[in-house]
């Protein structure tokens, strides 16, 4: 039987999932849900197919299953520490103190990137 028209519970809040945004804390509540959700077989199989052909999920828990940012599965996820991201940043100067050497720095965001989970399919949006 499918569970294709079931919703699966990381569609509704795909960050808690993300090991590179969420916290210790939801993540371990989206692997509590994760392996309780009706629709972890298809999970399953879909993660076991990306795996063979050299996909594996990355930074994220699937199927119930932490996964480091080089796919490989976390064995601990309460002694994971995630890799520093480093964000594109604007540089501006303040010009009143640069004959005293001192620069100021402003970092600006580029746009965010959120994930959106599709059973089958990851899109960035």
Known sequence: MSNRNQQPACAD?????????????????ALGLCRTCPLLDECTELRAKLQAIGQPPRSMIWAGVAYDNSGNAIADLRRYKPPRIIRPAVRTFDKS?????VTKYTCKSETTVKRVIVLGAISNS
């Open 13 to 29: 809040c795909p960050d808690a999932w993300d090991l590179d945004v969420g916290k210790l804390g939801g993540w371990i509540r």
């Open 97 to 101: 103190n640069l004959r005293g050497g």
